[in-house]
């Protein structure tokens, strides 16, 4: 079996490869996306969700079952829906994107792009907005992944991602996810703010068929989050 693993924004290929257990036989395909991990972001490149895919269908040479977290869920919806020949399940896993552009919820990287863009790789600038106090209260895991967006490499000029990407949409309204067929699992938490459990139960409902898997939240165990992560993806591709 061969799978495509997406990663979240501002992520990398290392993110994709944790969805599944080291152990499971698959021959695993998982690029670091433009302006991620080792792929340099080039001037002009356009940051949206078809560009993504488009990137994401020049790493395959046949149909594949599809993973993607948070940005990379809405990379698989956007390859899905241009290239269903490529596509034969996907495994939507935190998804962050639904009909709104900018997501409300997806602050927190306009905020540390503005940050990047105009103070550099000030960290302390971001834990003094309103935004960051907010989601260190409410989901300390959350809050200390966003500090991580400040000491990825080329942060600074990388944050033309950040600032983009919340503007893009996977799909383009409704009738689009309506259409998408085939074999579809959503994989959410609770209680997290930036991958709301109502926009996976929102997107479940748009798609016909598709399956909606709750796995822990990432605290207080964040080792429990990632194993019930693994199970569902492993269990969804098995059946």
């Known amino acids: ?20 257990p080291e152990a499971y036989a698959a021959t695993r395909i998982a690029p670091d996306l433009p302006g991620h991990g080792s792929t340099d972001l080039i001037p002009g490149e356009p940051i949206t969700f078809a560009a993504f895919a488009a ?5 395959l040479d046949g149909p594949v079952a ?8 809405g990379v698989a919806l956007a390859l899905a829906a241009a290239r269903p020949d490529l596509v034969t399940k996907l495994i939507l896993v935190r998804p962050s994107w639904l ?5 409300p919820h997806l602050e927190p990287f306009l905020t540390i792009a503005r940050i990047l863009t105009t103070r550099g790789v000030d960290a302390d600038a971001f834990r003094a907005t309103a935004v960051y106090q907010r989601i260190a209260e409410q989901a300390p895991a959350m809050a200390q992944s966003l500090l991580g967006q400040f000491t990825r490499p080329c942060a600074v000029e990388r944050a033309r991602v950040l600032a ?3 503007f893009s949409l996977p799909l383009a309204g409704v009738e689009a996810y309506r259409k998408l067929g085939g074999d579809v699992t959503i994989v959410a938490a609770p209680q997290d703010p930036v991958h709301p459990e109502w926009l996976a139960r929102e997107m479940r409902a748009l798609i016909p068929g598709a399956r909606l898997v709750m796995v822990p939240r990432k605290l207080p165990d964040p080792a429990e ?5 693994r199970e569902a993806v492993v269990d969804a591709l098995e059946h």
């Open 164 to 166: 983009e990407m919340p």
């Open 55 to 59: 990137r994401a269908a020049s790493q």
């Open 66 to 73: 599809v993973a993607g977290v948070s940005m990379g869920a």
């Open 99 to 103: 009909l709104d552009t900018p997501p």
């Open 1 to 20: 079996m061969s799978v495509l693993l997406l990663h979240g924004l501002g992520g990398d290929r290392r993110q994709a490869l944790s969805l599944l």
């Open 225 to 229: 989050h990632q194993a019930a992560v």
